[in-house]
């Protein structure tokens, strides 16, 4: 059960842990999906190793960029990844959520913790959204997530 500022989601892919992992730890693979439906990724970097850093960036269909960064906290190959989350500028500065026009309320860094297990031949996928201010914000990010992991499915097929 997600608390007040968690998201939290599980879904179960029909695809081996190994292709799921790879389709977030690869920038090629992540650009192919990333971001909410009709968003596209036009740019991902990273450095997958602990204390490395991530820079994403999604665009709306109208256009506008939005960039988040973090830092790997732990990794555990085919098993877990955490990291730091937060909004950024298209140099991986982090900025608050004012910048791209959301609520003053929203913290600079998240955390995202994704679990990855064998599930009867396929990948059972959760992931802990940490510390989302509740109401709007939460249902918009949790919109956003399951949007994105609907892409995700549909490129493992």
């Known amino acids: 059960m997600a608390e007040k500022n968690e998201v939290v989601i599980t879904r ?29 990724s036009p740019s991902c970097k990273i450095d997958f190793r602990v204390g490395g850093r991530y820079l994403y960036c999604m665009r709306s269909p109208e256009g506008q960029e939005f960039w988040s960064t973090g830092a790997y906290r732990e990794i555990v190959p085919l098993q877990k990844i955490v990291c730091t989350d937060s909004f950024s500028d298209e140099k991986g500065n982090v900025v608050p959520a004012t910048h791209y026009g959301m609520a003053a309320d929203f ?3 998240l955390q995202v913790t994704i679990t990855f297990e064998e599930h009867e031949g396929k990948t059972k996928f959760t992931l802990h959204h940490v510390g989302i201010p509740a ?10 997530w399951n949007e994105s992991l609907d892409k995700l499915a549909e490129t493992l097929k």
């Open 12 to 40: 179960v892919f029909n695809a081996p842990r190994k292709l799921v992992w790879k389709a977030w730890t690869d920038p090629e693979h992540i650009m192919r999906w990333w971001g909410p439906k009709n968003f596209t």
């Open 107 to 109: 913290p600079l860094e």
């Open 135 to 144: 109401g709007e914000m939460k249902e918009m990010t949790s919109a956003g």
